[in-house]
């Protein structure tokens, strides 16, 4: 990326809060972003409630309508204006299904794995690679506990599925960084691990703690929103240069 340009940056799972209030963010500050939905107009309502003008969306949002898994519609969003995009921002996840409430399940019970599979294979094609930055979880660590104790049971009933989920792509971003440097269909990576979500306005980047597996930030919650800004102020905002703190790991963040 050439000094002093903007980033350009992908979104997938842009109607999710966490991925919306980074989007919302990047408009704002006149990024030319590029976002996969199924609904067009339902992530264009929601742009306007965020006061997103209908002018700014015409002219620094390219709208893709289809499927993650889709990997042509994935294809798409990766360019923009003929060229890769600088970042790529992975939000999706599934919906809960509480049809048996002692077993909530997914609607798609595979939508994170699939989603970066389908990202990476369509990353493959690029001239210039990506930096992804994947939304996954705390309680997928193997090293050093990173939620409070007194969340396990809520953990264990609520969250099997979709950390089960969120596993496997977590080791599929693994295995790819592992691939010889040439062979790779990202640049470089972050999973970013936020703590238990809440809504709301939130609390500003002052208050969000972030930490490492080694040192992992510890806490119960965090609001979408807030996990929305730090990604941006981290990722879109500053320089993507080797000595950003946060890139190549894990990184938990809590507030």
């Known amino acids: 990326m050439v000094a002093g340009k903007l980033h350009t940056v992908a979104f997938f799972g842009a109607t999710g809060g966490c991925t919306l209030a980074c989007l919302?963010?990047?408009?704002?500050?006149?990024?030319?972003?590029?976002?996969?939905?199924?609904?067009?107009?339902?992530?264009?309502?929601?742009?306007?409630?965020?006061?997103?003008?209908?002018?700014?969306?015409?002219?620094?949002?390219?709208?893709?309508?289809?499927?993650?898994?889709?990997?042509?519609?994935?294809?798409?969003?990766?360019?923009?204006?003929?060229?890769?995009?600088?970042?790529?921002?992975?939000?999706?996840?599934?919906?809960?299904?509480?049809?048996?409430?002692?077993?909530?399940?997914?609607?798609?019970?595979?939508?994170?794995?699939?989603?970066?599979?389908?990202?990476?294979?369509?990353?493959?094609?690029?001239?210039?690679?990506?930096?992804?930055?994947?939304?996954?979880?705390?309680?997928?660590?193997?090293?050093?506990?990173?939620?409070?104790?007194?969340?396990?049971?809520?953990?264990?009933?609520?969250?099997?599925?979709?950390?089960?989920?969120?596993?496997?792509?977590?080791?599929?971003i693994f295995d790819e960084m592992r691939r010889p440097e040439e062979d790779r269909a990202i640049r470089d990576y972050t999973l970013v691990r936020p703590s238990w979500f809440t809504d709301g306005e939130g609390v500003g980047l002052g208050k969000i703690r972030a930490g490492t597996e080694m040192n992992p930030a510890v806490g119960y919650t965090i609001c979408r929103n807030d996990v929305g800004l730090w990604i941006f102020e981290n990722f879109l905002r500053r320089p993507l240069q080797l000595d950003n703190p946060y890139l190549g790991q894990p990184i938990t963040i809590t507030a």
């Open 24 to 172: 919302v963010h990047a408009l704002e500050a006149g990024i030319c972003c590029s976002a996969l939905v199924r609904d067009p107009a339902k992530l264009q309502n929601l742009l306007s409630q965020r006061g997103i003008s209908e002018s700014v969306t015409a002219d620094k949002l390219y709208i893709v309508k289809g499927s993650v898994t889709d990997l042509d519609a994935v294809q798409q969003t990766l360019m923009y204006n003929g060229r890769p995009v600088d970042i790529i921002i992975s939000g999706v996840g599934g919906k809960p299904i509480f049809t048996n409430p002692l077993r909530p399940k997914l609607d798609n019970p595979t939508i994170c794995q699939d989603a970066v599979r389908t990202i990476l294979a369509a990353s493959r094609a690029l001239h210039a690679k990506p930096v992804l930055v994947a939304i996954s979880s705390v309680g997928l660590t193997t090293k050093k506990r990173d939620w409070p104790i007194a969340m396990l049971p809520l953990n264990y009933w609520l969250l099997r599925e979709p950390h089960a989920d969120k596993k496997v792509m977590e080791e599929t």
